[in-house]
């Protein structure tokens, strides 16, 4: 079986700093990989460069390919914003390490959780919003339909990091990327899904 996705000799710069030299892994469905190093070691540069979030200051050569539900394979280093668009969220998402700098302060969070799957136009209206509940009760967010209007400040660090991996797998998409994923969270949920995983 033909690999998900492949990253063949990653390299990427910012300026005169190295954060990644040539790195290479294939990844195939129903697989898990753990990138590990130490803090600054390009973990979270090699995921956004996947995600194609790296912006135009970073210098990137090497290629990540991406499989998908078609025989070809799409780079999604070189890629276009429309076409890098399709795939964030709905094939690829990402649980991000930063809550807050992710979540949009003035925005409820079933709203944004709604626009995750409406960006993909899986779903509208009620069944928008029940498919939002749902991912909000699956990472244990108590009374969600009651929290449903309330704003990312309203919550503890635990819970926006619950919230973030909500809307990561709304769209159940099918390569989810984690930035270290249960650092925020409480620890009395970080237990059993560390033990899960």
Known sequence: MAP?????????GFGASHAVRGIA???REGEVLGLVGESGSGKSATSLAIMGLL?????TSG???????????????????DTLRKIR???IAMIFQE???????????????AECGAAHGLASGRDLKRKALEALEAVSISEAARRYGDYPHQFSGGQRQR?????ALINRPRLLIADEPTT??????????????
């Open 4 to 12: 998900l996705l492949q990253v063949s000799d990653l390299h990427i």
């Open 25 to 27: 892994f294939e990844l």
């Open 55 to 59: 912006g135009k200051a970073a210098q």
């Open 63 to 81: 290629s990540i390919h991406w499989r998908g539900s078609s025989a070809e394979s799409i780079d999604l280093l070189r890629a276009p914003q």
């Open 89 to 91: 969220g709905h094939d």
């Open 99 to 113: 809550p807050m700098a992710a979540l949009n302060p003035v925005m409820t969070i079933g709203r944004q959780a």
């Open 163 to 167: 919230i973030l991996i909500a809307m």
């Open 184 to 197: 925020a969270l409480d620890v009395t949920v970080q237990a059993p899904h560390t033990a899960a995983a």
